[in-house]
């Protein structure tokens, strides 16, 4: 019998929580609206963004919540919503 593959985990930090840890998963869907990232905490609490193509990088993909987005290295962005934390690869352009 086959092994599963391991699904990798991104650095997160659910509400209330300070350090990250690469605990959630990314799951990521091409729409005709652009590309959806879909973050899932292992308690099952997840959270949506739209990959943006104005610079901005991500926004919320639903919910009345903004994503507030911080670049952290030329490769990295970190995302703060609903009080979680996510930190994901992305090009940062000066």
Same mark, same amino acid.
């Given at each position: 019998m086959a092994a599963t593959p391991e699904v990798p985990k991104i650095p997160? /930090? /659910?509400? +209330? #929580?300070v350090d990250l840890a690469p605990l959630c998963t990314l799951d990521r869907e091409e729409t005709p609206n652009g590309v959806?990232? #879909?973050l899932r905490h292992p308690d +099952? /609490?997840?959270h949506r963004l739209q990959v943006t193509q104005d610079g901005r990088g991500v926004i919320a993909a639903d919910g009345a919540e903004p994503a507030k987005v911080t670049p952290i290295g030329p490769d990295s962005i970190e995302v703060a919503l609903g009080g979680a934390r996510y930190r994901l690869p992305a #090009?940062?352009?000066q």
């Open positions: 997160c /930090a /659910a509400p +209330g #929580t959806i990232l #879909t +099952g /609490a997840f #090009t940062v352009r």
